[in-house]
Structure formats: structure tokens, C-alpha cells
Nanobody, 125 residues
Framework: RVPLVESGGGSVDSGGSLTLSCETSGYTDGAYILGWFRQATGAEREGVAAIASTGETTYADPVKGRFTVSQDNAKMRVYLQMNSLKPEDTALYYC???????????????????WGQGTQVTVSS
């Protein structure tokens, strides 16, 4: 079992910023991909951003230019810096982990065996 623990969610006004953090204890050895997903009420879970052990990153089109994913291997954490937040960014945000570094399936939830419990982000207009 790989513990993934998200934190940093909250409520902000449109245009505001938040930084999410995910503890990734036990999953930063070898080749891996750490992904951020979100799920709005009544919607499918969707990929937001991902970072591989190589440092390669990828972003979903709705967040490009606004969100930045990074990792601190020494602290075993991955971060999601979210700027210029919009009401449509409101969702429960999850971090997830999988082995390998091939990013083609980075936004396929079914490819990730390990998930955190989620942290709520609410953006009001």
C-alpha cells in the first residue's frame, strides 16, 4: 500500500491561487508518474497534470498556462500550483501514482493503482 495524502485545498475567489501538496512516501523510487486528477460533482474524473520521474510534465488543455506541477524528491512531495482559478476548476482533487514513465496514458485513471483521499477546491465567482 502506497500512502498518498493530499492537502492544501480550500475556497478562493475567481482569479485566486492555491497550491496543493501530496505526500508520496514510498513511491519515489525507480520510474514513476505522479498525476493530479479532479472530479466535479456529477462529472467523470479527469486528468489535470502529471509529472514523471524523468521530470517530464504534461497538462490538460483547460489548465495549461495556469497550473504547474512540480516535485520535491527530498521531501517526497508533489505539488500543484494553481493560478487564475475559475469556478469551473471547482472539484475534488486527487493525486495518484503509477510505475513507469511513459506519459501517453498519464490521464487515464485506470492506469493508476494508488490514490489519495482527495482535497476539495472551491472557486466562487
Amino acid at each position: 500500500r502506497v500512502p498518498l495524502v493530499e492537502s492544501g485545498g480550500g475556497s478562493v475567489d475567481s482569479g485566486g491561487s492555491l497550491t496543493l501538496s501530496c505526500e508520496t512516501s514510498g513511491y519515489t523510487d525507480g520510474a514513476y508518474i505522479l498525476g493530479w486528477f479532479r472530479q466535479a460533482t456529477g462529472a467523470e474524473r479527469e486528468g489535470v497534470a502529471a509529472i514523471a520521474s524523468t521530470g517530464e510534465t504534461t497538462y490538460a488543455d483547460p489548465v495549461k498556462g495556469r497550473f504547474t506541477v512540480s516535485q520535491d524528491n527530498a521531501k517526497m512531495r508533489v505539488y500543484l500550483q494553481m493560478n487564475s482559478l475559475k469556478p469551473e476548476d471547482t472539484a475534488l482533487y486527487y493525486c495518484a501514482a503509477r510505475s513507469g514513465s511513459y506519459m501517453y496514458y498519464a490521464f487515464w485513471p485506470s492506469e493508476y493503482p494508488y490514490w489519495g483521499q482527495g482535497t476539495q477546491v472551491t472557486v466562487s465567482s
